[in-house]
Nanobody
Framework: QLQLVESGGGSAHPGGSLRLSCEVS????????TGWFRQAPGKEREGVVC????????DYTATVKDRFTISRDDAKNMGYLQIDSLQPQDTAVYYC????????????????WGQGTQVTVSP
């Protein structure tokens, strides 16, 4: 059973930073694209950023491009999302998801999802 487990969420003040982690139970992480998505209260889940199996980055949300950094450590089967200069509008549940090789702009193209980790940004 393929599993994804996010961690690293929590409460932070505006201007702070958080590093979210996604542990993936697959044999070869380097054959999977890892995407990060978020869902704010009362809103639809939106894509944030994705990194393909080859390391190509796809930014889903231009407004956060300069503050969000995606990375991966294939040897550890881990994906990461570094969030800097946190803003209250970053408050959401953050999810990681994987699909074979390439990123996709469609959430439905990702068959495997984690349970999410809450990020709350407030003064």
């Amino acid at each position: 059973q393929l599993q994804l487990v996010e961690s690293g969420g929590g409460s932070a003040h505006p201007g702070g930073s958080l590093r979210l982690s996604c542990e993936v139970s697959v044999l070869r992480m380097d054959t999977w694209a890892t995407g990060w998505f978020r869902q704010a209260p009362g809103k639809e889940r939106e894509g944030v950023v994705c990194i393909s199996a080859s390391g190509e980055v796809m930014d889903y949300t231009a407004t956060v491009k300069d503050r969000f950094t995606i990375s991966r450590d294939d040897a550890k089967n881990m994906g990461y999302l570094q969030i800097d200069s946190l803003q209250p509008q970053d408050t959401a549940v953050y999810y990681c998801a994987i699909r074979n090789y390439l990123c996709s702009e469609y959430k439905s193209a990702f068959p495997h999802w984690g349970q999410g980790t809450q990020v709350t940004v407030s003064p």
